[in-house]
């Protein structure tokens, strides 16, 4: 892609996977604070697949770990570089113009080829650099 990413925040950009032409919506901070609820969701997820065998009290103790660990900014930065990130992100553009696109078609719609191009358009559109993304727990902004 030789499209400057520069000017792509808060607008979106036209991009080709497989062959078609896709709008990626510019990622909001609904968008993001949505990320953040399923990166924690995933972790919860990963978290009960693995309990049999202990008692409730290291259950709660662990789910509660978990439910209290931030979700901030460098666990983002993280996750939107994992697969399962990225592709959620990629989705919550997509469907946007895309109604009715479920996330496992999204995945399919991804290669090793096309993450390479696609992974800095979703970075560029969601508009944020470290200096402007919130922490989690941290200081409200301030107009």
Not at 107 to 115: A, D, L
């Amino acid at each position: 892609m030789a499209e400057d990413l520069s000017k792509a925040a808060g607008r979106g950009v036209e991009v080709e996977i497989d062959g078609a032409t896709y709008k990626l919506s510019p990622l909001t901070m609904g968008d993001l604070a949505d990320f953040q609820a399923h990166v924690r969701g995933q972790r919860l997820k990963t978290l009960k697949a693995n309990l049999d065998g202990l008692d409730d009290d290291m259950k709660r103790e662990l789910i509660l770990g978990v439910i209290n660990t931030p979700v901030d900014g460098d666990v983002m930065d993280r996750e939107m570089s994992s697969f399962e990130g990225f592709r959620f992100l990629l989705w919550k553009s997509l469907g946007k113009e895309k109604k009715g696109l479920t996330v496992e078609q999204v995945g399919q719609m991804i290669n090793t080829q096309n993450v390479k191009t696609l992974l800095p358009v979703i970075q560029a559109i969601s508009g944020m650099g470290d200096e402007d993304r919130p922490q989690e727990g941290g200081a409200q902004a301030t107009p």
